[in-house]
């Protein structure tokens, strides 16, 4: 990626929180602006600052990781820069994304899913829920962010930001949340660890993690001949 970023803008766009973006951004030498929370924040890695976001209403967050917690799922959320795990250590309930998650190894990824898409419709209409398979096969989410935003609003908006053309723009991805960047990006790719739907919804495709998938589609598609 450091190669890469010495020719264009390059970005992680994650569900995670953005403590973990920035960090992973400095660690691969990225300097321009990185996309977090499922696309609900665009964030300065070098100055662990928030340039743009967009928080969910205060009673759907409460709602969300209420119920949540009802039906015993894990869960992480963001509260303005801060991650939180459970309603108690929430202070401001600033929540820009609610991350309800499965981690049973015993049960059938058909079971996982079914409770994930049960967790969904706690989602109100000011709301999006959109599911997503981990990097450990076991694990499912369902990400809440603010009705209307996931990656591929965020995506929009760094573009926008850095004056970068989507035409041009290469995304990798290899989850049910990257499908909506996807459809706003110039080359869609998929990694070879996804999903079949995932995978129909791509342009490209190219190894997964254990065989270097992105460091193939950087040299494939990004660097130049």
């Known amino acids: 990626m450091a190669r890469a970023s010495a020719h264009v803008p390059v970005a992680i766009a994650s569900g995670r929180e953005p403590t973990d973006v920035a960090r992973y951004a400095r660690e691969l030498g990225l300097t321009t602006p990185q996309i977090s929370d499922n696309g609900a924040r665009l964030l300065d890695p070098a100055t662990n600052s928030t340039i743009e976001a967009h928080p969910i209403a205060r009673a759907d967050s409460r709602r969300i990781a209420n119920g949540l917690e009802e039906r015993s799922m894990l869960f992480f959320a963001v509260d303005g820069w801060a991650a939180v795990r459970n309603v108690s250590e929430v202070r401001d309930w600033d929540i820009t994304v609610i991350a309800g998650y499965t981690r049973d190894r015993d049960a059938s990824a058909e079971v996982q899913s079914a409770a994930v898409r049960e967790a969904a419709n706690l989602a109100s209409d000011h709301v999006t829920a959109i599911l997503s398979q981990g990097a450990e096969r076991h ?3 369902v990400n809440f962010t603010r009705h ?5 609003t965020g995506l929009r908006s760094w573009a926008n930001l850095l004056g970068v053309s989507l035409d041009g723009v290469v995304f990798v991805g290899d989850s049910f949340n990257d499908v909506e960047a996807f459809a706003v ?3 869609p790719v998929a990694m070879g660890s996804a999903p079949d739907e995932v995978r129909a919804a791509a342009a490209e495709s190219v190894g997964d993690v254990d065989a270097d998938g992105v460091a193939e589609a950087i040299k494939r598609f990004v660097l130049p001949r």
Do not use: P, S, T, V
């Open 139 to 141: 694990r499912w989410y």
């Open 148 to 152: 209307g935003i996931d990656k591929g």
């Open 185 to 187: 990006a110039g080359l």
